[in-house]
Nanobody, 122 residues
Framework: QVQLVESGGGLVQSGGSLRLSCSAS????????MGWYRQAPGKQRELVATIISGGSTNYADSVKGRFTISRDSTKNTVYLQMNSLKPEDTAVYYCNVDGTYFQDVVETLDAWGQGTLVTVSS
């Protein structure tokens, strides 16, 4: 079994910064990609940023130049540094991990965190 624990959300004024963290634990065999998604009220969940095992990153156009995703492979932890926050960044942010885990045999892993709320006031 694999667990994801997120932290770092909160209330911030427009133009401010926050840093989200997500740590994965359990019978992880390998991690291919880690990422952040968000869901605003009344909207579908959308990709924010991803980072794959080789270090390549991908960002939604709306956050390019403002958000930075990084990863500590030794701790199975992914971070999202969010700068120049805007009210439209307000959402619940979810961590996602793709890879494999071991439970008698190696299984495909697609795990989600519980979500952390980010609120940006104008």
């Amino acid at each position: 079994q694999v667990q994801l624990v997120e932290s770092g959300g909160g209330l911030v004024q427009s133009g401010g910064s926050l840093r989200l963290s997500c740590s994965a634990s359990g019978n992880i065999f390998s991690i291919y990609a880690m990422g952040w998604y968000r869901q605003a009220p009344g909207k579908q969940r959308e990709l924010v940023a991803t980072i794959i095992s080789g270090g390549s990153t991908n960002y939604a156009d709306s956050v390019k130049g403002r958000f930075t995703i990084s990863r500590d492979s030794t701790k199975n932890t992914v971070y999202l540094q969010m700068n120049s926050l805007k009210p439209e960044d307000t959402a619940v942010y979810y961590c996602n991990v793709d890879g494999t885990y071991f439970q008698d045999v190696v299984e495909t892993l697609d795990a989600w965190g519980q979500g952390t709320l980010v609120t940006v006031s104008s």
